[in-house]
């Protein structure tokens, strides 16, 4: 099992910024992509960005004002929210996908945090 705590959300102006954390912790051997989705209020949750083996892919709503990023050899991943927007309020969720247990041969389930709330003001 995998457990995934986020940190670093909160309420900010628009044209603020903001840094998100999330530490995965938990018997397993490796987790290859990791990243974050938002829900904003009465929306389905969606993509914000994800990173696998140096590689990031974002939703185009966030490109060129966010960043996510995931230190060499550890299992955290982190999101710099910059130029944020009223529209980018929302609880942001930390996910690992593509887990391997214990034995490092076998793949297990997605995992979901908790979430963190992001509130921009106009």
């Known amino acids: 099992q995998v457990q995934l705590v986020e940190s670093g959300g909160g309420l900010v102006q628009a044209g603020g910024s903001l840094r998100l954390s999330c530490a995965a912790s938990?018997?397993?051997?490796?987790?290859?992509?990791m990243g974050w989705y938002r829900q904003p209020p009465g929306k389905q949750r969606e993509l914000v960005a994800v990173?696998?083996?140096?590689?990031?892919n974002y939703a185009d709503s966030v490109k060129g004002r966010f960043t996510v990023s995931r230190e060499k050899g550890k299992n955290t991943v982190y999101l710099q929210m910059n130029s944020l927007k009223p529209e980018d309020t929302a609880v942001y969720y930390c996910?690992?996908?593509?887990?391997?247990?214990?034995?490092?041969?076998?793949?297990?389930?997605?995992?979901w945090g908790q979430g963190t709330q992001v509130t921009v003001s106009s």
């Open positions: 938990g018997t397993f051997f490796s987790i290859d992509v």
């Open positions: 996910h690992a996908d593509r887990v391997r247990d214990w034995s490092g041969r076998n793949y297990v389930s997605s995992f």
């Open positions: 990173i696998s083996s140096g590689s990031t």
